[in-house]
């Protein structure tokens, strides 16, 4: 188990159950992703993405300079292309080039995730899915609510969380729940 904390301390709970600290971003640690050529990768509040190996050696990735200083906020990837949501856009990253999608200049993605064979984008302008297969095919816009957080369930139906708009449910792009704070939820900002 990996994880990163609000002072930016990355730590490991070992299968003996003992902790050991590994590094300090010294930045809030916002996403810990596993990925099978990077080991894990820690996307950082100050813009630095880190990387933890096998042998928990930990060190820079990409420096925040990549990023104009701006928060990465959130990463994902399909095979060695790593797909990055930062406070100014969306970032992809592959064979020692990161590139700015212009679609997505001055977006704030907070979260990403792939979705069968489409990433899904949550941000503060609303959800969108692209295609992963076909780069050129339209921007499918799933909704206009501001997104904090996203899952994909068991079901492959999409939820969202927002910052006053609840608990969303998506089933492809038709809305089919919504949950607020006068139907359970303890608040209408859902950031996990």
């Known amino acids: ?7 930016g301390q990355i730590v490991s709970r070992s299968p ?39 042998q928990k050696q930990f060190s820079f990735f990409l420096p925040a300079t990549a990023f104009e200083e701006k928060s990465v906020l959130s ?6 292309l790593l797909f990055l949501g930062t406070e100014s ?28 064979d489409r990433l899904v984008l949550g941000t503060d302008r ?3 899915s692209l295609s992963l297969n076909n780069p050129k095919e339209a921007i499918i816009k799933i909704s206009n609510v501001p997104a ?9 139906r999409l939820w969202v969380g927002s910052y006053r708009h609840g608990l969303l449910v998506f089933d492809g792009l038709t809305l089919v729940n919504q949950y607020f704070l006068n139907t359970g939820l303890l608040d209408n900002r859902v950031l996990s």
Not at 148 to 156: C, E, H, I, P
């Open 89 to 116: 856009g969306l970032k992809t990253f592959s064979d020692g080039k990161l590139l700015t999608d212009s679609r997505f200049e001055n977006y704030r993605i907070n979260d990403l995730l792939i979705q069968s």
């Open 126 to 128: 609303g959800i969108f």
């Open 16 to 54: 003996d159950r003992s902790w050991l600290e590994i590094g300090n971003a010294n930045s809030q640690i916002n996403e810990i992703v596993y990925h099978p050529t990077h080991n894990l990768l820690v996307a950082a509040e100050n813009g630095n993405i880190y990387q933890v190996n096998e």
């Open 1 to 7: 188990i990996y994880i990163g904390g609000a002072e």
């Open 75 to 80: 990463i994902t990837y399909d095979e060695d």
């Open 148 to 156: 904090t957080t996203l899952l994909v369930d068991k079901n492959n």
